[in-house]
């Protein structure tokens, strides 16, 4: 495991490399070298869960005003299932870090969704631990936050619905939605999105599919409308 090159990666660099390293340490290493004082990562795993949970709440809190108590908490739910967590850790490269045991790596434990998941928490727990919650925020605001701000779980809020709640509040407003462009093979593409309000003020959104394409561009326009 090579320290310098996390903490060169991350522009990270921790006061204590016992904490990092042993944030990357899974319990089948541990079992593998019982005489040598190897800590596993499960009780940072459960530290950072908790941080993660909070830095992520307060995002939501402080940036979307609008939402209810209860989309908060959905939307949350699917920023720090194992899903994105898996994703996460596969956009940092921490998979290639974990220290595993002979039998944990030879049955593909270094790709295995529950096992990154963890990692990623616990690097956050350790992070916790080594610089304070701050320097977490920082970390989630250059990494997480973005992937929030730029629509990638915009599939759990249904932002037409939340846009067609606000125009309805200004009688002689209509809303229309076109797909205006379209591009990539058939098995990955990629849909451009407009939405018109009034037949002038428009915003645009991309996606996987023509709904989702259609969900950001009208996150984009409710985005505009707040500001």
Do not use: W
């Not at 990270?12 to 596993?40: C, G, M, W």
């Not at 727990?125 to 925020?137: C, E, N, R």
């Not at 990539?184 to 037949?199: D, R, T």
Request: hydrophobic content about 35%; some cysteine.
């Amino acid at each position: 495991m090579n320290i310098s090159e996390i903490e060169q990666q991350l522009g990270i660099t921790f006061k204590n490399h016992r904490l990092l390293k042993q944030a990357f340490t899974h319990s089948s290493y541990v079992n593998e070298h019982p005489t040598k004082k190897f800590v596993d990562n499960e009780r940072l795993e459960f530290l950072g869960d908790a941080v993660l949970e909070l830095g992520v709440s307060q995002y939501l809190y402080q940036n979307f005003k609008q939402m209810s108590e209860g989309e908060m908490t959905k939307f949350r739910a699917s920023i720090v299932c194992e899903e994105s967590l898996v994703n996460f850790a596969q956009d940092l490269n921490f998979g290639q870090y974990i220290l595993l045991g002979k039998g944990e790596e030879q049955t593909g434990g270094r790709n295995r969704p529950a096992l990154l998941a963890d990692v990623f928490e616990s690097f956050l727990g350790a992070l916790y631990l080594d610089q304070g919650f701050y320097t977490v925020l920082s970390f989630l605001e250059k990494y997480i936050f973005p992937k929030i701000s730029t629509g990638a779980f915009s599939h759990v809020m249904d932002y037409k619905s939340q846009l067609q709640e606000l125009v309805q509040q200004y009688k002689d407003l209509t809303i229309e939605y076109k797909i205006i462009e379209e591009k990539g093979p058939s098995h990955n593409k990629e849909f451009l999105a407009q939405v018109q309000i009034n037949n002038e003020f428009f915003q645009l959104g991309s996606g996987r599919t023509k709904k989702e394409a259609e969900q950001r561009a009208a996150k984009h326009a409710l985005d505009a409308f707040h500001q």
